[in-house]
């Protein structure tokens, strides 16, 4: 596998789970029923990086890394509840997963120069 079939596939995997984390958060929103002021509230971290993600750049990709660790310490608070929901689950594994996926992307981007 070469270095640009690396890195065609952390963008695919970097852009699926950015679109299947916000599509959570709004689906666990929704099942919550909670106020727009919220849901608006809830989504703007994420939905800033949309331009850079779907242009892949490096710079989003590191910005988004710091704006998962809010997302992340988020859904652990959710998951100490005794009983926590599916949705609270999902966000955290796709908030991981998207973490690790950008992280690798930057990261082969940046050390082999590629832009």
């Known amino acids: 596998m070469t270095i640009q ?4 596939v952390f963008r695919l995997a970097t ?15 929704l099942i919550q029923k909670a106020p727009i002021v ?5 989504l ?3 939905l800033i990086f949309v331009q850079g993600i779907i242009k892949n750049k490096i710079k989003t990709l ?7 660790l809010l997302y992340f310490t988020i859904s652990i608070y959710k998951l100490s509840i005794p009983s926590p929901k599916l ?10 997963s998207l973490f690790i996926c950008a992280c690798l992307n930057a990261r082969v981007r940046q050390k082999h120069g590629i832009e």
């Open 5 to 8: 079939d690396k890195i065609k």
């Open 15 to 29: 852009q699926t789970i950015y679109m299947l984390l916000v599509g959570s958060i709004a689906i666990n929103l």
């Open 38 to 42: 919220i849901f608006v509230l809830s």
């Open 44 to 46: 703007m971290p994420l």
């Open 62 to 68: 590191i910005w988004l890394s710091f704006v998962l």
């Open 87 to 96: 949705f609270d689950m999902i966000e955290l594994i796709l908030c991981v």
